[in-house]
């Protein structure tokens, strides 16, 4: 019988990646995301295996229908990947508070409602597991994205949690830790100008993130990363916080650097241009 797997965030860059290969696998899919046109396409794309399902994360009672769907067609859910997640770059003294919710609850409250929701659904499968993507903005925190690190310091520390909890309940729980990934929303964050040390190393591809997601279904573990030796270099930085001043000013500028370079191999793709010294997305 073909697993059952719930992905939130389904149409975007990383999402489409892993469920490439989740299809390929042999597994039936639940795609959902806000993005109408988008997640149809990608479930035409994948085959008769992917069934799109439209709805807004920050609407409870929309969760709540989408178990009610879950039962009702496939009985189960095998494995709940909680993708979705947004990024906005901008000054926390100019922020609205509208936006500041929002942001948390699209990647902090929306993935635990979740997985609290899907619980009794995975617990009919016979391998259950939950899958969180995370960042390394869960460990480093960046000064032009407080929320994001906010929604990840706390998603991480509670999934960490959830699963020393459900690990005796049949229930295998782990995350992934990202660092930058070639998608849309990089590429808007780089033309904005946004967190320089997201680019201290080049952008890694959302398919280096779907093979994490491989590796956690076949051996299982509470985290991986597809860059160990920057997640143990944020890591060791967190011993020491009141360092992150001068930490990082330090990679600011290697950061900065490497985000001229991101934004020129974007030209060189066609994917940006350049127009009175700004850069645009095409």
């Known amino acids: 019988m073909k697993p059952v797997v719930l992905i ?7 999402g489409q990646a892993i469920c490439t290969q ?73 922020r609205s508070v509208e936006s500041i919710t929002r942001e948390l609850n699209i990647n902090l409250i929306a993935p635990l409602v979740l997985t609290r929701l899907a619980i009794p659904l995975l617990k009919r499968s016979v391998d259950a597991r939950v899958i969180s993507t995370v960042s390394l903005g869960g460990i480093f925190p960046t000064p032009e994205s407080p929320i994001y690190c906010a929604s990840k310091f706390g998603l991480r520390g509670a999934m960490l949690s959830i699963g020393l909890d459900l690990a005796s309940k049949g229930i295998k729980v782990g995350s992934i830790l990202p660092t930058a990934t070639d998608t849309p929303m990089l590429r808007k964050e780089a033309v904005e100008g946004g ?26 573990r509470l985290e991986r990363t597809p860059k160990p030796s920057e997640c143990w270099a944020s890591n060791l930085a967190m011993l020491f916080p009141n360092l992150l001043p001068r ?8 950061g900065e650097k490497g985000m001229r370079q991101y934004l020129q191999s974007l030209r060189q793709r066609g994917l940006v241009d350049q127009v009175d010294g700004v850069w645009r997305l095409k």
């Not at 959902?32 to 009672?61: C, F, K, M, W």
């Not at 009702?72 to 003294?93: P, Q």
């Not at 967190?195 to 299982?220: S, Y």
């Open 8 to 14: 939130t965030g389904a149409a975007g860059g990383i």
């Open 22 to 94: 989740l299809i390929r696998r042999g597994m039936r899919l639940i795609l959902a995301d806000i993005d109408d046109a988008q997640v149809r396409a990608l479930a035409s794309n994948l085959g008769e295996d992917a069934h799109p399902y439209v709805l807004d994360l920050t609407d409870h009672e929309c969760l709540v229908g989408l178990m009610a769907y879950i039962e009702s067609k496939f009985g189960r859910i095998d494995v709940l990947i909680n993708n979705a997640a947004i990024a906005v770059v901008e000054a926390f003294d100019e």
């Open 195 to 220: 967190n320089a040390l997201q680019f201290i190393a080049p952008p890694q591809t959302p398919d280096d993130v779907a093979l994490q997601v491989l590796l956690m279904l076949d051996k299982p």
């Open 247 to 254: 930490t990082t000013r330090l990679l600011q500028k290697r």
